[in-house]
Nanobody
Framework: QVQLVESGGGLVQAGGSLRLSCAASGRTFSSYAMGWFRQAPGKEREFVAA????????YYADSVKGRFTISRDNAKNTVYLQMKSLKPEETAVYYC????????????????????WGQGTQVTVSS
């Protein structure tokens, strides 16, 4: 069982930056692949970025490549999402998610692959 708590959201101007954190409980955090997703009002939840259990493999949505960076610190049981050059259309609730995927450097953009979800953190980008 893994419990996830996101933090770091807030209000930022267009072009600004934020770093989201997702703290996980449990001693086996390093066995989990992690993902970030977001959901804007009235829209479907969409994939943002994912990272394998070791951090050796990452994957990004095309819309955020070159601007967002996912990373993890297994010693701190935390995964991060550094976001730069934010756009108003990226206003959404951002969620982190976890999937047990140890010993293979797999990542997935599909929300259906993930077993555990946090409550989300609001990111608002003003124009």
């Amino acid at each position: 069982q893994v419990q996830l708590v996101e933090s770091g959201g807030g209000l930022v101007q267009a072009g600004g930056s934020l770093r989201l954190s997702c703290a996980a409980s449990g001693r086996t955090f390093s066995s989990y692949a992690m993902g970030w997703f977001r959901q804007a009002p009235g829209k479907e939840r969409e994939f943002v970025a994912a990272i394998s259990w070791s951090g050796g493999n990452t994957y990004y949505a095309d819309s955020v490549k070159g601007r967002f960076t996912i990373s993890r610190d297994n010693a701190k049981n935390t995964v991060y999402l550094q976001m730069k050059s934010l756009k108003p259309e990226e206003t959404a609730v951002y969620y982190c998610a976890a999937r047990f995927w140890y010993s293979v450097e797999r990542v997935s953009p599909s929300e259906y692959e993930y077993d555990y979800w946090g409550q989300g953190t609001q990111v608002t980008v003003s124009s």
